[in-house]
């Protein structure tokens, strides 16, 4: 976050929020996986940065034979995966570049995963349709009405089913997108809530990142009629040296930069 301009934070409506994210995914598809696609692989589960795995956390519990819904997929590496495990899963993504990579990795890997592009706000899925739905860092910050995603995710819930998802730690949200000692300094309040911005060659946002802390991120969860279960704060491992945007071994060690949240939809719901 900067103060370049062109760049701060500034209100931003879900008509222009989805317009700028969905032209900014599709821009960035090509030099986001050639700088992550290594550590993210084709047919593999990376919760976040932190390199924290579902092979190890086991957040979505036991997936054979269960209907499980990708949200914000990306190229679909994790939803791949769950299809090795036994899962039939789906996965959907604001973006058709991301989406390309996602057929491009289905082909290398010969793991067919049913691909849907669509808005999170707005589910094109029938009530009660999946057992899991979850997503690492996709569509969540992404979109201005993270309540209605929360609501959405709840409809197409059979009751108890899960609801898993890893986003930002909010505390990022005070220090600047830097990996190194200026990352390190209170910038701004964590209860400023004027999302971040980044305008297009055109003038309008280009690029949009909503903020919530994790009492609001509490109350959407509880007003979908969803139960947080856990609430997991991925610590930096021990030897982990990969540098990823504003993640790092420096700011790793000393505070979060990952939240997952883990819900259950309530019986009767």
């Known amino acids: 976050m900067g103060d370049a301009a062109g760049v701060g934070r500034r209100v931003a409506d879900a008509v222009s929020t989805v317009r700028a994210n969905r032209s900014w995914w599709d821009g960035a598809a090509d030099a986001y996986h050639a700088e992550h696609g290594d550590f993210l692989g ?25 209907p499980v819904i990708e949200v914000g ?24 570049g991301m989406l390309r990579h996602a057929r491009e990795a289905a ?6 995963v049913p691909l849907v592009q669509a808005d999170a ?11 899991v739905a979850f997503t690492a860092f996709g569509a969540v910050p992404f ?15 059979r009751p108890g089913g899960r609801w898993v998802f890893a986003t930002t730690h909010p505390m990022r949200w005070c220090f600047p997108d830097d990996p190194g000692r200026p990352g390190l300094t209170v910038t701004t309040s964590y209860f400023d809530r004027t999302p971040y911005v980044e305008d297009g060659p055109d003038g309008r946002p280009g690029y949009v990142d909503h903020h919530r802390t994790l009492g609001d991120r509490v109350r959407e969860i509880t007003a979908a009629g969803l139960t947080l279960v856990d609430l ?20 790793g060690t000393l505070f979060p930069g990952t939240v997952i949240y883990v819900c259950r939809k309530q019986i009767g719901v």
Do not use: K, N, Y
Not at 42 to 54: G, I, M, Q, S, T
């Open 232 to 251: 997991i704060e991925p610590e930096w491992p021990t030897g982990h040296t990969r540098i990823w945007g504003q993640w790092s071994e420096l700011r």
């Open 121 to 131: 706000q707005h589910l094109p899925f029938a009530d009660s349709a999946f057992d």
């Open 143 to 157: 979109v201005a009405d993270s309540a209605a995603v929360m609501r959405e995710v709840a409809r197409v819930l």
């Open 73 to 96: 997929c990306g190229a679909a590496m994790c939803s791949r995966w769950l299809r090795a495990q036994g899962a039939r899963a789906v996965a959907f993504d604001l973006s058709a």
């Open 107 to 112: 082909a290398r890997t010969g793991i067919d």
């Open 42 to 66: 084709d047919a593999d589960f990376v919760w976040c940065p932190e390199d924290l795995r579902e092979a190890q956390a086991h957040l979505l519990g036991d997936v054979r034979g269960a």
